[in-house]
């Protein structure tokens, strides 16, 4: 490959990288798994004879799509056998990501959670359908299958989505100001405050992957979670930062990242908080990444 052709194939990938990332981890939930896919999208794309793909995007889009499925099935039979609750790979986001708000809403950890319910076919079609508004013989290439049989998939993956997709989410700039009251009264042992944000049947999942301490079953109701969060708070620094599309809090113990903490606020209240505590996971959060459409 002359010196030409290579910076053109590597300029090629890089304006559709951050592309390619997002249908990646939108599929797996996962920072890790979804940059390996990455790599070896790219090891096929410089083997082959770029001048012959009529359609680079989607070409990388097929690619990403079918290296996200093989690695999905194997991911599957491994969390079967995951201690204590999964919760997605956390993802720092530029903070731009929650203007758009279809976007942020698709990378969201409860959204991560509710597309994990989808076998990985109907995830592949959801995601390629409902987030990027591919066409559906464009995705039956990727996914292979026939147009009408992706159509299938397609309205049975919406409708389980939008049975169990959250609702009721308030704004970013909304969720903002109930996670500043939510800190202000973790940091001041303020139990009322702590009552006055948090919804009276909150859920609570920690994941420490059997690694580090966390509950291996979900904390459910406000007393439980805010008298656990207020013996807590004293011993941790709460910073707001953009995970996942929405505010969250990386979470500190002596000056240390200890968990990353995401929160659902639906109709002005904290009803869904996500500590994800297993180091494997928070390796990877020292810089902000671009995810697009």
């Not at 731009?96 to 279809?102: G, K, R, T």
């Not at 919406?158 to 100001?177: D, L, Q, T």
Request: glycine share 6%; with cysteine; proline share 4%.
């Amino acid at each position: 490959m002359t010196e030409v052709r290579r910076q053109s194939t590597t300029a090629t990938f890089m304006s559709h990288r951050n592309l390619l990332f997002t249908v990646a981890y939108e599929m797996l939930g996962s920072v890790a798994d979804a940059e390996d896919v990455l790599q070896e999208v790219w090891l096929r794309w410089v083997a082959v004879d770029v001048d012959s793909v009529r359609e680079p995007r989607a070409y990388l889009i097929r690619a990403t799509t079918r290296q996200s499925l093989t690695r999905l099935r194997t991911l599957r039979r491994r969390r079967e056998s995951y201690v204590g609750p999964w919760l997605p790979e956390p993802l720092l986001t530029t903070p731009d990501v929650a203007e758009e708000i279809e976007l942020a809403d698709s990378v969201s950890t409860a959204m991560l959670l509710v597309l994990e319910t989808l076998n990985p076919t109907e995830r592949a079609v959801f995601v390629l359908r409902e987030v990027f508004a591919l066409p559906y013989v464009e995705i039956g290439r990727a996914v292979c299958k026939t147009s009408m049989a992706v159509r299938q998939i397609a309205h049975r993956a919406r409708a389980h989505v939008a049975a169990r997709r959250p609702r009721g989410v308030v704004s970013a700039a909304h969720a903002r100001e109930v996670l500043t009251a939510f800190r202000t009264a973790l940091e001041t042992g303020d139990l009322q405050g702590l009552l006055d944000v948090i919804s009276p049947d909150v859920v609570l999942l920690t994941d420490g992957g059997g690694v580090v301490g966390a509950s291996r079953t979900p904390v459910t109701g406000v007393d439980r979670v805010a008298g656990l969060l207020r013996v807590l708070g004293a011993e941790l620094e709460f910073q707001l930062a953009a995970v996942n599309g929405s505010p969250a809090f990386v979470v500190r113990r002596a000056g240390e990242i200890d968990t990353i903490l995401s929160v659902l606020v639906q109709e002005g209240l904290i009803t869904g908080l996500y500590a994800v505590r297993n180091p494997e996971k928070l390796v990877r959060l020292d810089r902000e990444n671009s995810v697009s459409r």
